[in-house]
């Protein structure tokens, strides 16, 4: 029987990692299908039962259900464990669901590796306190930045997300005015602001020389917060097509044990995206 693989999510249709996983499949010479199943809200407990009962060896968890399915899951690697966030699960011998959350070292892997930007020892800004920066604090902040300050419009929300990781080292909570007359080397945006078309309220002159802006979100077009970052003097300004396919690759690494070349991947998608062949979004 061949092995099989889903994302589940609310809603999925546009989802992009079936694509992903079948190009990794194909270059690693990996018999597997992946396909992506719609779950309602409320349902996911059931849908993954079900899934691993017909011989289901591994899921990808998206939008609204990673904290949900970490709360599902017996057994969870450290860093989805501190996210209480889950985005890959697979089944041990007893057929229980153990998590984990790939988000975060997809983000730094596109960085360093990708980008050629330096974490270690950086001034690091993350706008946003929902759902994906939970995921991605953990290893940001293992990657060593000298200081690392979480902004958001909801400041109670940063505040909350700076407690939970506190342990990791020198982490600070702010709202968007209090960030005038600081500079950062990397400004990560991780507000859902560029779903929308608009760029978070921080003052102008945060980007110090020769600074990095990164969009967690990505598009054809360049991102409202790519622009920004591009018109504010930043020497690099991506979106996050990368760590979408970077989070993939590490899942299929946890599932398969071998790890794709995601960096063809990432170029074939993006062709792809740019020509509207696929939908911009995750
Ligand atoms: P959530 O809904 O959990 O959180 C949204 C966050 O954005 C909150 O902090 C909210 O602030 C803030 N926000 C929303 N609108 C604005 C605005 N106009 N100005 C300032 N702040 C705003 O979303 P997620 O955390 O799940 O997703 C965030 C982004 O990350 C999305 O663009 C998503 O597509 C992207 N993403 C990309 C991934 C990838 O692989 N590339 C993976 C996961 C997510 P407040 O608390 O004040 O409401």
């Given amino acids: 029987m061949i092995d099989t693989y889903a994302v589940m999510g609310h ?6 990692s079936p694509v992903i996983h079948a190009q990794f499949a194909q270059q690693t010479n990996q018999l597997l299908e ?38 599902l899951c017996k057994a969870r690697t450290p860093r989805a464990q501190q996210a209480g966030a889950v985005n ?7 057929g229980q669901a153990c998590g984990d959350n790939t ?4 983000l730094v892997r596109d960085l360093t590796v990708n980008q050629g930007v330096e974490v270690a020892g950086r001034r690091v ?6 759902g994906a920066v939970r995921g991605i604090l953990g ?23 700076v407690e939970r990781f506190a342990e990791h080292g020198q982490l600070l ?17 991780g507000t859902s602001a560029s779903l929308s078309g608009t760029v978070p309220d921080i003052p102008d ?3 110090a020389e020769g600074a990095c802006c990164y969009d967690l979100a990505y598009s054809h077009d360049p991102t409202p917060f790519v622009r920004w970052g591009k018109s504010s003097g930043a020497a690099i300004a991506v979106d996050g097509l990368g760590m979408l396919v970077e989070q993939a690759a590490e899942s299929f690494y946890r599932w398969r044990g071998v790890r794709p070349d995601s960096v063809a991947v990432i170029a074939r998608l993006r062709r792809e995206v740019a020509s509207g062949i696929r939908p911009p979004r995750k």
């Fill in 34 to 71: 992946y396909r992506a199943i719609h779950v309602p809200p409320g349902d996911l407990a059931d849908a993954v039962r079900q899934f691993h009962t017909r011989g289901g060896k591994g899921l990808n968890i998206t939008l609204p259900f990673k904290e949900e399915a970490w709360l």
């Fill in 125 to 130: 800004l993350v706008l946003g306190a929902g």
């Fill in 88 to 94: 890959t699960i697979w089944f041990d011998q007893m």
């Fill in 11 to 16: 809603p999925i249709k546009h989802s992009q």
């Fill in 103 to 106: 988000d975060g070292v997809g």
């Fill in 139 to 161: 290893p940001l902040m293992s990657a060593g930045p000298v200081r690392l300050v979480v902004a958001n419009r909801n400041p109670a929300r940063a505040a909350a997300l």
């Fill in 173 to 189: 909570a702010s709202d968007f005015p209090q960030l005038a007359g600081l500079s950062f080397d990397l400004v990560i945006n």
């Fill in 205 to 207: 002159k945060v980007l």
